[in-house]
Structure formats: structure tokens, C-alpha cells
């Protein structure tokens, strides 16, 4: 694992796990919503974003979170692996409404600069629709993916991936 790139519903933990990711592994963590988002909620330029994305990957190492569809293909290009977080609908929507609660009004660290959590009821509806429509436009981009996909359906099995993935680090140090 040398390019991993974590896509999932909003909620399902994808900043969270990347940061144990990049821990276990000494990658270098890359969270696109810091990348995309601009003082204000202000997304940046379609042209200007893909652009970004294609100098971020193609640094040698990397753990990249999120979903970001118009650049899903460009990254899988580069990616060697991928963790698909496959979590319920009702885990996700309430991770947001927590999370929403315990940074409400601050800037989270994933984030883009300027960009203070806040509840937003568009987010919450997208987030509750994703299995539905989300999900099935990420599985057709993924098609053709030919690199490692590791799907992670349940908190229990992300803790037991990163257990399992701290036992392989600390077998080759």
C-alpha cells in the first residue's frame, strides 16, 4: 500500500480512518476537503480542481479521503488500493448530526480553512440518499479498477482492518 484512496458515504468515518491509515503506515495524509473547499463554503472552479487532484496524486506516497466524483477516475488511476466504507445509512447520518454537535461553529481539522461546521440540511438529505444514488455512480467508476479494493461494511470490520494493518506494520519494523 503505497497510494490508498478511502471513498464512502458522508459520515462513514472515511477522514477518520485515512488519519489511522496514515498513522499505522507513515503515508502521507491527504484530505481532499481541505484541498476543495475555500474560506466560506466556496467550491473551487471544476477546471482549477481537477487540476489539483492531479498534482496530488502524483506524489509517491499518499492516503487520499474523499469522494469527489469528477475526479474518482483520474485518482483510481493512480491509486494501488482502495477502502470502500459501505457503512449503513443511519451510522452515517448520525455520525453527522454528532459531529455537527461537537465542532458546531469551528473549523475540523480535515477541512477547508474558513469552513466552520454547521448543519446543513441538503448534506443530511444527500447523505441519507447515498446507498441509493451515490453509491451506484462510485460502482460504475469502479468497474475497471484493477488495484486492491478492500470494502469495510461495519465499524467492527474497520477495527479489525486496522488492527490487522497495525500487526503488518509493526512486522516490518
Known sequence: MERVLIIGSPGAGKSTLAGE??????????????????PGWVETD???WTAEVARLIERPRWVIDGNYG????????RADTVIDL???????VARILKRVVR????VRPDMGEG?????????????????R???????AKMAGYAGTLIRLRSPRQVRAFLAE???????LA
Not at 491509515?21 to 502521507?28: D, E, H, M, S
Not at 465542532?103 to 469551528?106: F, I, L, N, Q, V
Not at 444514488?133 to 460502482?139: A, P, T, Y
Open 21 to 38: 491509515v496514515a498513522r499505522i503506515t507513515g503515508l502521507p495524509l491527504l484530505h481532499l476537503d481541505r484541498h476543495y473547499w475555500r
Open 46 to 48: 471544476k477546471a482549477e
Open 70 to 77: 469528477g475526479t474518482l477516475a483520474l485518482r483510481l488511476t
Open 86 to 92: 459501505d457503512m449503513p445509512t443511519w451510522l452515517c
Open 103 to 106: 465542532h458546531r461553529g469551528r
Open 115 to 131: 469552513c466552520p461546521e454547521q448543519l446543513n440540511w441538503e448534506f443530511l438529505v444527500y447523505t441519507a440518499r447515498f446507498r
Open 133 to 139: 444514488n451515490g453509491r451506484k455512480r462510485i460502482e
Open 165 to 171: 494493518l497495525g500487526r503488518g506494520a509493526a512486522g
